[in-house]
């Protein structure tokens, strides 16, 4: 059974610290990604990696940066984070190519006050 | 750059068909997906179809594409009260080669009235 797990379901953070968000995932997936999730907005591709040690910007990476250092294991950092970052992250992973189906994991709800 | 328009609001009654429709931009799409996200939870892969294909039917699923309007639709007969969730279109990128990339709608939330 396929299965992607993050760190915490739910995080209250004040603004300007540093927030890790964690994510794993047991099926040897060569990409994994990371959104967030606002009402009306749907979800936004912060970062992605199709490999360790690499990433790649998505739409909205500001504010964010990751860490891939093991294939199973990518991170989200907040490096201070701020009120306007408050929202649901998702991470999701796949094997790659157009018909590999993206698996997300439960969600992070960061609440930044 | 790509884009994926869903309306954000559906409410059908119990039994009744709900019409999810979904409009995308990138002709190149190879894929396009239907996702379901109960609350609290992730989202869960419902069913995609190949951009050569019309239609594709899974039990109570029926996915509709007009490939020339670029429209996509998601049609769940006799509607159940566990069917309430919220509903994502996806878009494979155009381009992207085997990055797996999808660009999703902004999600439609399906309320099933008893």
């Known amino acids: 059974d396929v299965k992607v797990t993050q760190s915490s379901r739910y995080l209250v953070k004040r603004t300007g610290e540093k927030v890790f968000l964690e994510c794993v995932q047991d099926?040897?997936?060569?990409?994994m990604f990371w959104y967030r999730q606002d009402p009306g907005l749907g979800l936004r591709l912060i970062y992605f990696s199709y490999d360790v040690k690499m990433k790649e910007k998505g739409d909205i990476p500001e504010g964010y940066s990751v860490s891939r250092e093991k294939k199973e294991r990518f991170s989200l950092i907040l490096e201070s984070a701020s009120t306007n970052q408050t929202s649901m992250y998702l991470c999701a992973s796949n094997s790659g190519g157009f018909t590999d189906t993206q698996y997300f994991g439960p969600g992070t709800r960061l609440t930044v006050l | 750059g790509e884009d994926v328009e869903q309306s954000l609001f559906l409410s059908v009654r119990e039994g009744d068909s709900s019409v999810i429709n979904c409009t995308y931009t990138?002709?190149?799409?190879?894929?396009l997906y239907w996702y379901k996200q109960e609350p609290g939870a992730g989202l869960q892969l419902l069913t995609y179809i190949f951009s050569n294909m019309d239609m594709k039917q899974d039990q109570r699923l029926t996915v509709l594409l007009n490939k020339k309007d670029k429209h996509l639709s998601l049609r769940i007969a006799d509607t159940q009260t566990g069917d309430s969730a919220i509903y994502f279109c996806?878009?494979?990128?155009?381009?992207?080669?085997?990055?797996?990339?999808?660009?999703f709608g902004q999600g439609t939330t399906l309320q099933v009235k008893p």
């Open positions: 099926m040897d997936h060569e990409n």
């Open positions: 996806a878009e494979s990128e155009g381009g992207s080669g085997n990055t797996g990339k999808l660009i």
């Open positions: 990138d002709s190149s799409s190879t894929y």
